[in-house]
Every structure is written in C-alpha cells, then in structure tokens.
C-alpha cells in the first residue's frame, strides 16, 4: 500500500512537469552587451519614468509623472525571465508600491508597450544592463520568543 502511494504521488509530481507547447524549456537567449543596454535604455527614454540605482543616466525631463527606481537591494531575485517579461508585458505583475502613481484607470501598467520598438538585441542588451542592478539581499526573519 505505502510502494502504491509513493508511486502515485511520484506520478503526480512528475505530470506537474510542463513539456507541452507552453512549456518554458529550451527557451534561452544569447547573452548580451550590458554597455549597449545603458544605450536602450537612455534611447527608448526608459529615463522618463526610470532611474537605476548607482548610475548615473540622463536626468528625468520635467513632464515625468513617475520615477521608478529599478536595482538596488531587494529580497526577491530578480531572474533573467523576471526582467524580460517586466519589459515585454509590464502589466503581468506590478510591485504593490507602484499601483498608485504606475498603473491607468483599468489597473494596466502605464508602461509603454516596446514589444514593437525594441529589437530582439536591444532586449537582449536592456536586460544584460539591468539585471546585474539588482543586489539580492535576502530577508531574516527575527524570531522572537514565544510567550504563554
């Protein structure tokens, strides 16, 4: 009965794994050019509303509504696929910091949509620049003695 059970549940976990159609396996992007990024970033005015923590970039104009910090610490990784889905659908996932002021009437991103303007190698580049912004700190939770 146990053999019965563990090899159920051995069948379920190993169904979970996704190889159909949708599946993210295989997908990989050549590696880019971080220095070429800094220059999509600063062309595609990601400055209007952007600014990176620790460099310097061109300043804000003066119409900007938003200023978005990306890197920094955070306590999330931000992976590969994180960044490029942020720059390719910005309204799958808005941080709860930002809904106010980032977000239209409909609660959609006020991003842009650059899926038509960048290039697959601007992409590429953008998220070789930005990723390694962000300095991963992980959060320690303080324990505290349980009272009764």
Known sequence: MIR???VSLCCVLM?????????????S?????????????????????????????????ETSELNIMLGGQTPNVKTYA???T????PSHRI??????????ENGDSKMRVYNDV?????LIDLVAFLQPQYD???????RYRVYQ
Do not use: W
């Open 29 to 61: 992007l050549p590696e880019g050019n971080a220095e070429k990024g800094q220059v999509a970033f600063t062309k595609h005015q990601c400055t209007d509303c952007h600014s990176v923590k620790g460099v310097e970039l061109v300043e804000q104009s």
């Open 95 to 104: 941080h709860p910091r930002h809904r106010a002021d980032g977000t239209d």
């Open 82 to 84: 994180d960044i490029v």
């Open 4 to 6: 019965f059970l563990i």
């Open 118 to 122: 960048l290039t697959v190698t601007e």
């Open 136 to 142: 991963f700190m992980p959060y320690y939770y303080t």
């Open 86 to 89: 942020s720059i390719i659908n």
């Open 15 to 27: 169904s979970g794994c996704d190889t159909g159609a949708d599946s993210p396996r295989g997908f």
